[in-house]
């Protein structure tokens, strides 16, 4: 399919092709002079023109990327969450609960930092979970609870929940023979299996220790229920229409010539850190709107309001992440966002089927590559990836009759390696390895050999496949003659785990595997967990998929029929998860976009970051050299890095009013807890941590997602300096000699007078005009704004020294915000240290930093600013009062203003001279939209602050006020006037906060 240029293209083409009198025939002839005259009066109308056209493009550019800002400052504001705000939204409608309920669900939530000074939209639900299908919350335990009281009446025996009838087989088949259960597992099943809902059972047991016994069990089998599952309506909920909504129209407006949105995503260049998270919302939102043609949905929602608010929203945010690209944080926190309302209109028109998904699912397994004579393989729906393992493992076991599994290996790429939750199936199932007529192998692992040693990859699989294949000939030639017998042997049936698949993966197995396929002597179950990659970052569907390569025979037929049962018990496409599910495999080549970029930013990480390099000036830092950690484990064509936890002591000391403060540390205390967060498994957008055991050692596992190369540098520079596994002491005295040095070198070509002596400041700004990405003049005539911004934000187009040095800063400003209180720095040693630090780095405006980087200086300033607005000086108070303000003067745009305006000292502000107050409330207050400054105001005067709550009343009173857009609009629109209804409830407002403050009405 073409796709439509792009709009912006169309204005620059329009522009550039008009450089002549549209009425030539008119022209007098002219002397020279009238004709130069003339020329220079056409280039000026051009240029004129041209910068119209830049302003406007540049209103909308900044429009778009304000609705975003004034979304985060809203909730900043109020103290409502985003989920919540939308939840409330929502919940006006009728038929909304099981949408209400299920909103920002997640299989495997982040960790939650205490202070979070990035501030972005909270998206969150009180069942998610650490990691749902095997560390589910107290939340979702009580849910299951309540279901199970609902439907049962009053509780009365134990009992665990589980997703099939399948599944509690599975359970019950290991306590047979026991006291556990009454009778067989067959008996047992058939008296005490209570259907709850549609996917969830109640398996009840005599006594509570029983249900304990057979709780490790539901990990292993995958045979939990969806937190979806658990949070489904009872009966079908219906929308009320509403004659004044149109949503065929809104749909239409996704995709107008003039405006969209899914051509202005795929226009991000591929250089920049979120263009494949940007092309697959793209694909994502014209997929949506494809089957809402294809199955005439608008035929019953085109009076919706459920839709017609979600597609509103998603509007509004789909509008705005182009504006995003530039910072990978806020543009998967927007992404997230778009899935939620992508969900939301999912569950509202439902309008895939079983059928869709299986021929959506087709596409998992077909290759090419097959012999004709192999049929196409029919990829079944899992509980999850263990839940499709386990099913792997039980039909192999009943086509062989031989429960025994054992990996796949070779001598010279060593023994496939092998998930942790399969360890634990084979013990809990008592499988063994010896005379195993079956096979396993991982197609790629989570968890990365010994940098240096053999990848295990595609080929390694080949390679071991084709010797067991060889082997297993010459076997069955070997028994057929000693025991005269001609028959055809058994083929070998391979477990194939392909959750993590890279592009042509698949391909490769059957080019290489399709003539034995065909012949019957290979059949190979392939197993996929949809929870990693397959999620597109979403973090939202616990599902699995599980298919057979095989020749068309008996055998097949048998496990096709047996998991068609199975997965007609689990049934999951009766629940919301499942229509995303399918509208995430319809996208299925953004998994092999997304895995591509974070292998990419795993070897920019280990070849400039964690690459055992010394830095440049080669001078004693501190203890040794300036020498890089390497990763303790990596390999390249995986998206992780591996860091053992051994190591000798490591120590912070801070030099503080009260004396010297030594804060121990260890290797995984140098990872920043906001830039990369804790979270069970992987292929999340953001690059996180996890904690795991490699070689009987505790190892931080880092999951590499869709950062910038910037960003990453600002995220693991100091960490890379720092993790060593000697003894290491780290000071603000060595922060600021590894900052001067940085800069230093960054401008060891300018040369400098030697009786000049540059500020840090001078030094960084000039550091950062040497590194900028250079703009020819061709480039400025011919490149949109849109294409020259976008042009510097690429990977490889500029140097780093300033997010070098920003890394640095932050690593030292989360430690010292995270280990210490604001008032222990009014005085001390390190303060001027880190005054010279903050003020250089503001002053120089950071160019080329992150905004996320931005923050974390913005957060040690609020820090130290606060230091001095606690202290007993009168004039330190105020002095920390205007340094706060200047800070965020200079680096405008941080989404943490509303709560820095909350925790200024009343008595501070009062004793403030006007023109301080003046710019205070320009810097911290006037920026903000209309709702979210009468949500502060009010959140002051609840407070008790009245003095800044009068000051900021009085000056909202004289603003002129038009409605800024957020992610809750429902306009869609470029900026707006305020409606009666929106002005009534303004006026509502502000009356109520006069009232609280003394006002008379």
């Known amino acids: 399919m073409t796709i439509p240029t792009p709009t912006n293209a169309l204005v620059r083409s329009h522009t550039f092709s008009h450089t002549r009198s549209s009425e030539p025939h008119q022209r007098p002839v002219n002397g020279q002079d009238d004709t130069d005259s003339q020329l220079r009066k056409n280039q000026l109308k051009k240029r004129l023109i041209d910068l119209t056209q830049t302003e406007k493009a540049l209103q909308q550019s900044a429009h778009r990327h304000l609705r975003f800002d004034h979304t985060v400052n809203l909730e900043g504001a109020s103290g409502a969450n985003y989920s919540q705000s939308r939840k409330n939204d929502l919940a006006k409608l009728k038929g909304t609960e099981e949408i209400v309920a299920q909103y920002g669900l997640t299989f495997a939530s982040p960790d939650r930092p205490s202070k979070d000074h990035l501030n972005q939209l909270t998206l969150i639900n009180d069942l998610e ?101 658990v949070t489904s309506a009872t009966q079908s909920q219906r929308f009320v229409p509403d004659p004044k909504i149109n949503n065929q129209d809104l749909l239409d407006s996704f995709q107008t010539l003039s405006h969209n949105v899914s051509d202005r995503l795929r226009a991000i260049p591929d250089g920049i850190g979120s263009a494949k998270l940007a092309h697959t919302a793209a694909d994502l939102i014209d997929q949506l709107i494809d089957v809402f043609d294809a199955k005439a949905t608008m035929d019953v929602h085109a009076q919706n309001p459920i839709l017609a608010n979600s597609l509103s929203s998603m509007k ?21 966002a778009l899935i939620e309302e992508l969900q939301v209109s999912l569950s509202t028109t439902k309008p895939y089927d079983s059928d869709d998904l299986h021929q959506i699912s087709k596409a998992l397994l077909s290759s090419d590559a097959l012999p004709a004579s192999v049929p196409e393989p029919r990829v079944h729906l899992a509980s999850s990836g263990m839940g499709a393992l386990t099913l792997a493992f039980e039909i192999a076991e009943h086509l062989t009759g031989n429960p025994n599994v054992e990996e796949l290996s070779t001598s010279k790429h060593g023994t496939s390696p092998v998930y942790y939750e399969v360890e634990q199936l084979r013990y809990h199932r008592m499988v063994e390895s010896d005379n195993a007529a079956t096979v396993y192998a991982t197609l790629n692992h989570s968890t990365p050999r010994k940098a240096g040693d053999l990848a295990w990859d595609i080929d390694a699989v080949s390679s071991a496949l084709k010797q067991k294949l060889r082997q297993t000939n010459q076997h069955s030639t070997a028994n057929n003659a000693i025991t005269n017998n001609s028959t055809t042997s058994q083929p070998l049936y391979c477990i194939l785990d392909a959750t993590l698949e890279k592009r042509g993966d698949i391909d490769t197995l059957c080019q290489q595997f399709g003539d034995d396929i065909a012949q019957n002597k290979l059949k190979i179950i392939v197993c996929k967990s949809y929870q990693k990659f397959a999620n597109l970052g979403t973090a939202k569907v616990m599902a699995g998929g599980i298919g057979i390569l095989s020749a ?199 040369r400098i007078p030697p009786h000049v002596k540059p500020a840090l400041w001078q030094k960084l700004h000039v550091a950062g005009q040497l590194e900028k990405p250079k703009t020819s003049d061709a480039e400025r005539l011919t490149l949109s704004p849109d294409s020259l911004r976008l042009k510097q934000l690429q990977n490889g187009e500029r140097g780093l020294t300033l997010n070098k040095i920003t890394s640095v800063i932050n690593h030292l400003g989360e430690m010292i915000t995270r280990s210490t209180k604001p008032e222990q720095w009014t005085l001390g040693k390190d303060r001027p240290i880190v005054d010279e630090l903050l003020n250089g780095l503001i002053q120089s405006g950071l160019p080329g930093v992150s905004s996320a980087g931005r923050s974390g200086v913005l957060a040690l300033q609020a820090h130290m600013s606060m230091a001095d607005m606690k202290s007993a000086s009168k004039n330190q108070r105020l002095r920390g009062l205007q340094s706060l303000t200047s800070a965020i003067l200079r680096l405008p745009g941080w989404s943490g203003t509303p709560q820095q305006l909350l925790a200024i000292p009343d008595e501070v502000f009062q004793k403030a001279t006007p023109s301080q107050k003046e710019t ?82």
């Open 920 to 1001: 205070t409330l320009s810097a911290l207050f006037s920026t903000l939209d209309n709702s979210t400054q009468l949500n502060l105001m009010q959140r002051l005067a609840d407070k008790g602050d009245l003095n800044k709550a009068t000051a900021c009343l009085e000056r909202f009173e004289k603003r002129e006020h038009t409605a800024a857009e957020s992610f809750h609009s429902t306009s869609g629109g470029d900026v707006q006037t305020i409606s009666d209804a929106k002005q009534n409830r303004m006026d509502s407002k502000l009356s109520q906060l006069r009232m609280d403050l003394g006002y008379k009405s």
């Open 316 to 336: 509004a945010i789909a509008d705005s992440l182009p504006e995003l690209c530039h910072d990978s944080r806020k543009f998967n926190n927007a992404y997230q």
């Open 552 to 750: 068309d025979d008996p055998d097949l037929k048998r496990a096709n029929d047996y998991l068609n049962g199975i997965e007609k018990d689990i049934n999951l496409m009766a629940n919301n998860d499942g229509q995303l599910l399918t509208l995430l495999l319809g996208c299925r080549d953004h998994e092999f976009n997304l895995v591509d970029r974070a292998v990419e930013n795993s070897t920019f990480t280990a070849k400039h970051l964690f690459n055992g390099k010394t830095e440049p000036d080669n001078k004693n830092l501190f203890n040794g050299q300036k020498v890089h950690q390497t990763f303790d484990y990596s390999e390249a064509h995986l998206p992780f890095g591996l860091l053992t936890q051994n190591s000798q002591p490591h120590s912070l000391s801070l030099n503080l009013e009260s004396g010297q403060k030594d804060i121990p540390l260890n290797r995984n205390s140098h990872l920043s807890g906001l830039y990369t967060p804790a979270r069970d498994s992987f292929g999340f957008n953001q690059t996180t941590r996890t904690m795991i055991p490699v070689d009987n050692q505790q190892s931080v596992r880092l999951s590499f997602g869709q950062e910038s190369q910037a960003e990453l540098v600002e995220q693991f520079y100091a960490p890379s300096l720092l993790m060593k596994k000697d003894k290491q002491a780290w000071s603000c005295q060595h922060a600021r000699t590894l900052i001067h040095d940085l800069a230093n070198e960054a401008i060891k070509s300018v």
């Open 129 to 229: 979970s650490d990691y749902l299908r095997d560390n589910p919350s107290f939340d979702y335990k009580d849910a299951c609870d309540a279901v199970y009281r609902s439907v049962c009446g009053r509780r009365k025996k134990p009992a665990l929940f589980v997703n099939s009838r399948h599944a509690a087989g599975q359970i019950l088949e290991h306590f047979r023979g026991t006291k556990d259960i009454s009778g067989t597992p067959e008996q047992h099943l058939e008296k005490h299996l209570k259907p709850l809902k549609t996917g969830m059972y109640a398996l009840e047991f005599q006594h509570q220790a029983s249900v304990g016994a057979a709780r490790k069990l539901v990990d292993v089998y995958g045979a939990r229920p969806s937190a979806f599952v």
